[in-house]
């Protein structure tokens, strides 16, 4: 744990005390976000500190030229920025004459920040005496709207609590904004038209390049004392700014309140040339209803979220908050309402990584969707990569592979792919594998079965023939080999044989041809529209066959473990226990090439293939590999924890599940890996979620029965999750001494809990 300053509480993420040193951090870790668009913490008043100043909306991107590799032949042309759209929470105040800045004022006092999760806002108070020695007391509070998720708002209060005061409100649209990982200092906007209509305010801009067109929006009302008062704005206009000037005399005690409302429309659900009449439509609702009735909607979406997603924990305060900021983060990022939409590793809090989609959403966030939403947020999520397809064949070709076969991207936005490191972008393949391991996930979890005739076939075999391609035969060995990867494990680089990808590989390949033959016999129809479609041949299948059944597999005799790639066992093999603690992260303190020599995994890696396939291992060979591997892990991953916790769990390893629990979910808040400020770890997320449903809940689906073995930190008195199962919503709350499920709703369900069959009826409690 590297900071320990936010204030434990069950639903809130609280901020007590004033710390420009601190500011940076805070506005990742209160970022806001409603699926559409999302915004870091930072304040709306001027504030001359370091800051990380960000809004963001979803889907809108700029290919921005890699800096390496662009000259070499297949290497990606670009790397996606996630781009810093125009700012519309702005509001500059004057205080006679005086600039209102927390990082320059003579004082600052009784400063506290919330974030919500229940209620879903995020609030701001402190008391200010300015240089001139007027003091103020200012309450704020700002969300981001779910019912209308083109729009937030935000009220802004100030209390003169000295004297009398002539108090400038100055709410703006600023387009003069950049990207903070900008390879080239690109221009990454066009302004096209800034215009004012009564006391509404538009910036036109669009994209470069991608020429995405948005229109930025504002629409501010003004009360003394809670009472309405209508000012004549001052309207200034600069090349990429525009502002309105609201001032009053405010006499000592006496409230001034400014209410803003703002956001974004874009081309990407309206027309482009109707995106000023779009903002008008959605400032209207928004105005009418005015702020506490928005806000009361805000309460009662956010409600219904947390009817289906809550985990409560008793008797462990940060273990609490904790799984309730991992929920509530990634519901800011993702709903599931819109499929063309994914699950970008920063969500909107900032903008390291680029891209929105990587392997997590198929390996740790399809879960969370699957049992926390209605079944077609799943299903979105595969159709996701299904429209992407053509692009991920573009991509095979572009390195080689021919036929039909599929490379999907580690890092996209539209399907190509865009990362910009060689190691990642040619060598980290097994990405393909999570992608068919989530089309498998989603059938055995949801029973849907239609989505795999219907579209996910075509996305299977793309991926057997890129692994049947990418696959060489060894005469050395006798045994197919996979040679010049990147496993899970990013410290290892090109090399040979990695465990995971040749396993995972020998089951995309299996899995493939048993659901060729599967939907042969049962959907002759979509059979023969796919055949034709992809143009597969019987004797293609025959490749596929052989190199499955004769990949090669490194092992030790001496240890009795799989390698996890050839060579791993003439490492200096010295345990992470044996590291000084000033070496960490060693991905801060050490040369890469320290780090490729040395025997240290960023996350799981064999594991990782453990955890995907653990009805394939027994348990003893789950706790040797587990035994042998874990030592030697670093977790600077933020993937690492959850499949540990998980993991141990299964062990019955509780204290050490527990404490791979707490850094999962406390990784942010409590800043283990010493770099929150650069954004939160939002699909590591859903690990989280499933450290303590799949974890400690033991959850699976075995032989179409959902399965429970529950059990208990010792640090928790109970605790207790729900979960959407074919249609039925199931309650499950554990205790020390027992297991109680409820069925919230649909039909009576036969569920195992420790090899037991039960059943249990719609709102009644079952005890086991």
């Given at each position: 744990?590297?900071?320990?300053?936010?204030?434990?509480?069950?639903?809130?993420?609280?901020?007590?005390?004033?710390?420009?040193?601190?500011?940076?951090?805070?506005?990742?870790?209160?970022?806001?976000?409603?699926?559409?668009?999302?915004?870091?913490?930072?304040?709306?008043?001027?504030?001359?500190g370091?800051?990380?100043?960000?809004?963001?909306?979803?889907?809108?991107?700029y290919?921005?030229k890699?800096?390496?590799?662009?000259?070499?032949?297949?290497?990606?042309?670009?790397?996606?920025?996630?781009?810093?759209?125009?700012?519309?929470?702005?509001?500059?105040?004057?205080?006679?004459?005086?600039?209102?800045?927390?990082?320059?004022?003579?004082?600052?006092?009784?400063?506290?920040?919330?974030?919500?999760?229940?209620?879903?806002?995020?609030?701001?108070?402190?008391?200010?005496?300015?240089?001139?020695?007027?003091?103020?007391?200012?309450?704020?509070?700002?969300?981001?709207?779910?019912?209308?998720?083109?729009?937030?708002?935000?009220?802004?209060?100030?209390?003169?609590?000295?004297?009398?005061?002539?108090?400038?409100?100055?709410?703006?649209?600023?387009?003069?904004?950049?990207?903070?990982?900008?390879?080239w200092?690109?221009?990454?906007?066009?302004?096209?038209?800034?215009?004012?209509?009564?006391?509404?305010?538009?910036?036109?801009?669009?994209?470069?390049?991608?020429?995405?067109?948005?229109?930025?929006?504002?629409?501010?009302?003004?009360?003394?004392?809670?009472?309405?008062?209508?000012?004549?704005?001052?309207?200034?206009?600069l090349?990429?700014?525009?502002?309105?000037?609201?001032?009053?005399?405010?006499?000592?005690?006496?409230?001034?309140?400014?209410?803003?409302?703002?956001?974004?429309?874009?081309?990407?659900?309206?027309?482009?040339?109707?995106?000023?009449?779009?903002?008008?439509?959605?400032?209207?609702?928004?105005?009418?209803?005015?702020?506490?009735?928005?806000?009361?909607?805000?309460?009662?979406?956010?409600?219904?979220?947390?009817?289906?997603?809550?985990?409560?924990?008793k008797?462990?305060?940060?273990?609490?908050?904790?799984?309730?900021?991992?929920?509530f983060?990634?519901?800011?990022?993702?709903?599931?309402?819109?499929?063309?939409?994914?699950?970008?590793?920063?969500?909107?809090?900032?903008?390291?990584?680029?891209?929105?989609?990587?392997?997590?959403?198929?390996?740790?966030?399809?879960?969370?969707?699957?049992?926390?939403?209605?079944?077609?947020?799943?299903?979105?999520?595969?159709?996701?990569?299904?429209?992407?397809?053509?692009?991920?064949?573009?991509?095979?070709?572009?390195?080689?592979?021919?036929?039909?076969?599929?490379?999907?991207?580690?890092?996209?936005?539209?399907?190509?792919?865009?990362?910009?490191?060689?190691?990642?972008?040619?060598?980290?393949?097994?990405?393909?594998?999570?992608?068919?391991?989530?089309?498998?996930?989603?059938?055995?979890?949801?029973?849907?079965?239609?989505?795999?005739?219907?579209?996910?076939?075509?996305?299977?075999?793309?991926?057997?023939?890129?692994?049947?391609?990418?696959?060489?035969?060894?005469?050395?060995k006798?045994?197919?080999?996979?040679?010049?990867?990147?496993?899970?494990?990013?410290?290892?680089?090109?090399?040979?044989?990695?465990?995971?990808?040749?396993?995972?590989?020998?089951?995309?390949?299996?899995?493939?041809?048993?659901?060729?033959d599967?939907?042969?016999?049962?959907?002759s129809?979509?059979?023969?529209?796919?055949?034709?479609?992809?143009?597969?041949?019987?004797?293609?299948?025959?490749?596929?066959?052989?190199?499955?059944?004769?990949?090669?597999?490194?092992?030790?005799?001496?240890?009795?473990?799989?390698?996890?790639?050839?060579?791993?066992?003439?490492?200096?093999?010295?345990?992470?226990?044996?590291?000084?603690?000033?070496?960490?992260?060693?991905?801060?303190?050490?040369?890469?090439?320290?780090?490729?020599?040395?025997?240290?995994?960023?996350?799981?890696?064999?594991?990782?293939g453990?955890?995907?396939?653990?009805?394939?291992?027994?348990?003893?060979?789950?706790?040797?590999?587990?035994?042998?591997?874990?030592?030697?892990?670093?977790?600077?991953?933020?993937?690492?924890?959850?499949?540990?916790s998980?993991?141990a769990?299964?062990?019955?390893?509780?204290?050490?599940?527990y404490?791979?629990?707490?850094?999962?979910?406390?990784?942010?808040?409590?800043?283990?890996?010493?770099?929150?400020?650069?954004?939160?770890?939002?699909?590591?997320m859903?690990?989280?979620w499933?450290?303590?449903?799949?974890?400690?809940?033991?959850?699976?689906?075995?032989?179409?029965?959902?399965?429970?073995q529950?059990?208990?930190?010792?640090?928790?008195?109970?605790?207790?999750?729900?979960?959407?199962?074919?249609?039925?919503?199931?309650?499950?709350?554990?205790?020390?001494?027992?297991?109680?499920?409820?069925?919230?709703?649909?039909?009576?369900?036969?569920?195992?809990?420790?090899?037991?069959?039960?059943?249990?009826?719609?709102?009644?409690?079952?005890?086991?």
């Open positions: 744990m590297n900071q320990d300053y936010i204030t434990p509480n069950e639903w809130s993420i609280i901020e007590e005390g004033f710390n420009p040193e601190m500011v940076k951090s805070s506005e990742s870790l209160f970022s806001i976000g409603n699926g559409a668009m999302g915004q870091r913490a930072n304040f709306e008043e001027q504030y001359s370091p800051t990380f100043q960000g809004s963001y909306i979803a889907g809108v991107y290919p921005d890699t800096k390496v590799g662009w000259w070499k032949k297949g290497y990606p042309e670009y790397f996606a920025k996630v781009l810093n759209a125009p700012n519309w929470i702005g509001i500059h105040i004057t205080i006679d004459g005086e600039a209102l800045d927390l990082y320059s004022c003579k004082s600052v006092s009784d400063f506290k920040r919330e974030l919500n999760m229940k209620e879903g806002w995020l609030s701001r108070s402190f008391t200010a005496t300015l240089k001139n020695e007027t003091t103020v007391k200012v309450e704020t509070k700002r969300f981001l709207s779910l019912t209308l998720d083109e729009v937030g708002a935000i009220s802004y209060n100030i209390t003169l609590l000295s004297g009398n005061a002539k108090i400038t409100y100055s709410p703006y649209l600023d387009a003069g904004i950049t990207n903070e990982d900008s390879n200092d690109d221009k990454f906007w066009e302004i096209t038209n800034i215009t004012q209509e009564d006391d509404m305010a538009f910036i036109e801009a669009h994209t470069l390049k991608t020429n995405f067109n948005t229109c930025t929006f504002m629409q501010s009302q003004c009360f003394i004392n809670g009472t309405g008062t209508k000012l004549s704005p001052t309207v200034a206009k090349e990429k700014k525009i502002s309105f000037q609201y001032s009053a005399e405010i006499k000592q005690n006496e409230i001034f309140t400014i209410h803003k409302y703002g956001g974004y429309t874009s081309d990407r659900n309206h027309d482009k040339d109707n995106l000023i009449p779009a903002a008008k439509k959605v400032l209207f609702k928004a105005m009418d209803m005015g702020f506490e009735n928005f806000l009361e909607a805000q309460r009662i979406a956010w409600s219904q979220i947390w009817e289906t997603s809550d985990i409560t924990i008797g462990d305060v940060k273990a609490q908050q904790g799984i309730r900021f991992n929920i983060q990634l519901n800011q990022t993702y709903l599931g309402t819109d499929s063309r939409l994914n699950i970008g590793p920063k969500g909107f809090t900032g903008e390291k990584y680029g891209g929105s989609t990587y392997w997590d959403t198929e390996a740790y966030c399809l879960p969370f969707y699957m049992a926390t939403k209605n079944q077609q947020v799943g299903r979105n999520l595969l159709e996701y990569r299904y429209n992407h397809l053509e692009k991920a064949i573009e991509n095979g070709e572009k390195l080689g592979f021919t036929g039909g076969a599929a490379l999907y991207p580690m890092v996209t936005m539209n399907g190509e792919e865009c990362h910009n490191e060689w190691e990642i972008t040619f060598e980290e393949i097994h990405r393909n594998g999570a992608i068919a391991f989530a089309i498998y996930n989603y059938y055995r979890y949801t029973g849907d079965y239609s989505y795999i005739p219907e579209k996910g076939l075509e996305v299977l075999i793309a991926i057997a023939r890129f692994w049947e391609q990418r696959a060489t035969f060894s005469t050395h006798n045994k197919y080999v996979i040679l010049g990867v990147t496993g899970p494990n990013e410290y290892e680089n090109n090399i040979n044989n990695n465990w995971y990808t040749n396993y995972i590989a020998q089951w995309c390949l299996n899995f493939t041809m048993e659901t060729l599967k939907i042969q016999a049962n959907y129809e979509d059979y023969k529209r796919v055949i034709n479609k992809v143009a597969l041949d019987p004797k293609e299948i025959e490749k596929w066959k052989i190199v499955a059944n004769n990949l090669y597999f490194p092992f030790s005799e001496e240890h009795n473990v799989f390698l996890q790639q050839d060579g791993f066992l003439d490492k200096e093999l010295t345990t992470v226990d044996n590291l000084e603690r000033s070496q960490r992260p060693i991905n801060q303190k050490w040369s890469w090439d320290r780090i490729l020599r040395s025997p240290y995994i960023k996350q799981a890696d064999t594991l990782q453990f955890y995907f396939f653990e009805n394939q291992f027994s348990r003893e060979e789950l706790e040797r590999h587990f035994d042998f591997y874990e030592p030697f892990t670093v977790h600077e991953s933020s993937l690492s924890p959850c499949v540990h998980i993991l769990a299964k062990l019955d390893r509780m204290d050490q599940a404490n791979f629990y707490l850094r999962t979910s406390r990784l942010d808040l409590d800043d283990y890996n010493k770099e929150v400020e650069e954004g939160l770890h939002i699909t590591s859903a690990g989280t499933m450290s303590i449903v799949e974890g400690f809940g033991g959850m699976r689906v075995v032989n179409n029965t959902l399965t429970f529950p059990k208990i930190p010792k640090q928790w008195d109970s605790y207790s999750f729900n979960v959407i199962f074919r249609n039925r919503t199931v309650k499950v709350t554990v205790s020390p001494k027992e297991t109680q499920f409820t069925l919230m709703q649909g039909e009576e369900l036969q569920v195992s809990v420790n090899g037991k069959l039960i059943s249990i009826t719609k709102n009644n409690i079952t005890t086991i």
